[in-house]
């Protein structure tokens, strides 16, 4: 996945500006994130990094919450493989694109875990929360539009409890700003 759209700008020239103009705290090039001046921190610099972690953990989501519909299991299993392949398939995104960076995998690991963490797991607590509060929605089958938009409407109030959540993290130098030491 491409983390430029992390930045406000969108060319290589923008991107070679903002790291010029002493936002990162004086360190230079990618180096001191912690100094990711929070006024410069836009919601649409969250709201990206938001729906990249939102991308990851639907498809897991989905996917877990489908297979554990189709076989009829409860919904505790159920909802334990939809969170695990949410964090699964959130990490691969951001691991993917720190490998391409030419990163090692031990170092890429540690950068996905530092990036995405908090994000899927706030993510994660307000969607299968919804989904479990709703009634009806975990006895839903896939045919069912209840099982449906509770699942979407969760997605959606996740994405906007998370974005918040990552624009302080960012503004921090945590969350998805440790993606950007790596590209």
Excluded at 54 to 74: K, P, Q, S
């Amino acid at each position: 996945m491409d983390h430029s759209a992390h930045h406000t700008g969108t060319g290589q020239g923008d991107h070679a500006a903002h790291h010029g103009s002493g936002v990162h705290g004086g360190h230079g090039g990618h180096g001191g994130h912690g100094g990711h001046a929070r006024e410069g921190v836009s919601w649409a610099m969250a709201a990206k990094a938001t729906l990249h972690c939102l991308t990851g953990c639907a498809i897991g989501e989905i996917l877990g919450m489908v297979i554990g519909t189709a076989l009829m299991w409860g919904n505790v299993p159920t909802m334990a493989l939809a969170v695990t392949l949410a964090f699964l398939f959130g990490y691969s995104f951001t691991l993917f694109a720190v490998l391409r960076s030419g990163l090692d995998f031990r170092s890429a690991v540690k950068v996905a875990l530092a990036a995405d963490t908090v994000s899927i797991a706030v993510m994660e607590l307000v969607d299968n929360g919804i989904v479990a509060l709703t009634p009806g929605a975990m006895d839903a089958h896939l045919s069912d539009g209840l099982f449906w938009s509770a699942l979407l409407g969760g997605f959606a109030v996740a994405f906007l409890i998370t974005t918040p959540v990552n624009k302080w993290m960012i503004g921090r130098g945590k969350g998805h700003a440790v993606v950007h030491a790596h590209h």
